[in-house]
């Protein structure tokens, strides 16, 4: 099922496009379209969703040996016996290549040390790369400069799990300890300057939180809080950490949260909150009233916005995929802003991301890497010869 709500405020078209995959039988793809038109007003309008499937796409049908065209097959390859193979990705290939060990080969920290798990990586305005990961003997927090090199680290024994990482407009370092139930903000150097939330307390209050996920920082540089392992709400500050409001309750309803992972906001204030369980990112205006929501991603771990309001996503079919595959079996999306539609995919293993100021993408993985993914793509035969003497 697709739907959305368009809160008052919102003026213009917002479009979600699900697309869906072949049932038991065999048949291939659906597209349910939701459009809501929301008329320029200063009270509140209500409109409803219409759903219309479109008709089954053809299959692309390859000749004996030939390579798929990818960039224009539109359903499941079968193969001249009728054998059905792959599906296209979703709304077209992204052509990118991609380092598989980022910070570690060559490794340049000290003697000794490597990433545990990988929660979280963010990069700053100097294209410094910051890592954020769950390991014993590197410092949580390791600082590369934009080729892999080594810099600084700093965090040692102030975490108890560490998970989400933001850097803001100002080069400060943000970072979410859930199991702590804290956010802390750092200077670019590791200097900690504020720390929200109670050490080792859950709560529920306006100065604590349960198992915090994510950060995001609003156009004012207002604090976005993803509150959402242990609750399933988002909290608001001021940049100066004061308490602003607060939304969102258990369930699966409109304006309700099954799991708060990621958070983000776009360059009007919109807040997109992924909603993971529930599979579904719903969309916020700056006080929490719902503008809309996309269903047509899955279970997202992670929403980067960049200045432009590019939207990129890793995520995954649905949570029980993500969860049993231990995040391996990802997607990275990028995603129109202005309808949820799916632009182009590839896959990652994944838990976090951010894309540079230079367009790379960075990925933290659980299995204990960095993936720095940029682009760049080889021809069939520079691959065929890619791994022979």
Same mark, same amino acid.
Not at 289 to 297: D, P, Q, R, S, V
């Given at each position: @099922?697709? =739907?959305?709500?368009?809160?008052? &405020?919102?003026? $213009?078209?917002?479009?979600?496009? @699900?697309?869906?995959? @072949?049932?038991?039988?065999?048949? !291939?793809?659906?597209?349910?379209?939701?459009?809501?038109? /929301?008329?320029?007003?200063?009270?509140?309008?209500?409109?409803?969703?219409?759903?219309?499937?479109?008709?089954?796409?053809?299959?692309?049908?390859?000749?004996p040996g030939v390579d798929i065209d990818r960039a224009n097959a539109v359903g499941q390859v079968v193969d001249t016996q009728g054998m059905a193979g792959w599906y296209p990705h979703e709304g077209g290939l992204m052509k990118y290549s991609v380092d598989i060990r980022w910070g570690q080969e060559p490794n340049t920290m000290p003697e000794g040390w490597s990433f545990g798990r990988v929660s979280s990586v963010a990069t700053d305005s100097k294209g410094q790369v910051f890592v954020f990961h769950r390991g014993d003997v590197a410092d949580p927090l390791v600082v590369f400069d934009a080729e892999g090199n080594y810099l600084r680290s700093f965090g040692r024994g102030m975490f108890e799990n560490e998970h989400g990482l933001r850097i803001d407009r100002h080069d400060n370092v943000w970072v979410t300890d859930n199991g702590d139930h804290q956010v802390m903000k750092f200077t670019n150097d590791g200097e900690l300057l504020m720390t929200l939330g109670k050490k080792g307390e859950a709560g529920t209050t306006d100065d604590t939180f349960d198992r915090p996920a994510d950060i995001a920082f609003g156009p004012n540089d207002e604090l976005y809080v993803a509150d959402g392992y242990g609750n399933s709400r988002v909290v608001k500050f001021?940049?100066? $950490?004061?308490?602003?409001?607060? =939304?969102?309750?258990?369930? /699966?309803?409109?304006?309700?949260?099954?799991?708060?992972?990621? !958070?983000?906001?776009? /360059?009007? &204030?919109?807040?997109?909150? /992924?909603?993971?369980? #529930? #599979?579904? !990112?719903?969309?916020?205006?700056?006080?929490?009233?719902?503008? &809309? @929501? =996309?269903?047509?991603? &899955?279970?997202?771990?992670? !929403?980067?916005?960049?200045?432009?309001?590019?939207? =990129?996503?890793?995520?995954?079919?649905? #949570?029980?995929? #993500?969860?049993t595959y231990d995040t391996l079996a990802g997607r990275i999306m990028q995603v129109d802003i202005n309808t949820g539609r799916i632009i182009g995919a590839m896959e990652s293993p994944g838990h976090w991301l951010d894309v540079s100021s230079t367009g790379e993408i960075f990925i933290g993985s659980l299995t204990g890497n960095v993936f720095r993914w940029y682009e760049e793509w080889m021809a069939t035969e520079e691959a065929a010869q890619a791994e022979r003497p």
């Open positions: @099922m697709v =739907w959305a709500v368009i809160g008052s &405020g919102y003026c $213009g078209k917002m479009d979600v496009l @699900m697309e869906g995959s @072949m049932d038991a039988k065999g048949l !291939i793809g659906f597209v349910v379209a939701v459009s809501l038109v /929301s008329a320029c007003s200063s009270t509140s309008t209500s409109t409803s969703a219409a759903t219309d499937a479109a008709p089954v796409p053809e299959v692309a049908q390859p000749s001021d940049a100066d $950490g004061n308490f602003v409001a607060t =939304w969102g309750t258990p369930g /699966s309803a409109p304006g309700e949260f099954d799991l708060v992972h990621s !958070i983000a906001v776009d /360059s009007q &204030g919109r807040v997109y909150a /992924s909603d993971r369980e #529930n #599979n579904r !990112i719903q969309i916020f205006d700056e006080n929490g009233e719902l503008l &809309g @929501m =996309w269903t047509n991603l &899955g279970a997202t771990q992670n !929403i980067f916005i960049t200045p432009d309001d590019q939207v =990129w996503v890793i995520t995954h079919r649905d #949570n029980v995929e #993500n969860i």
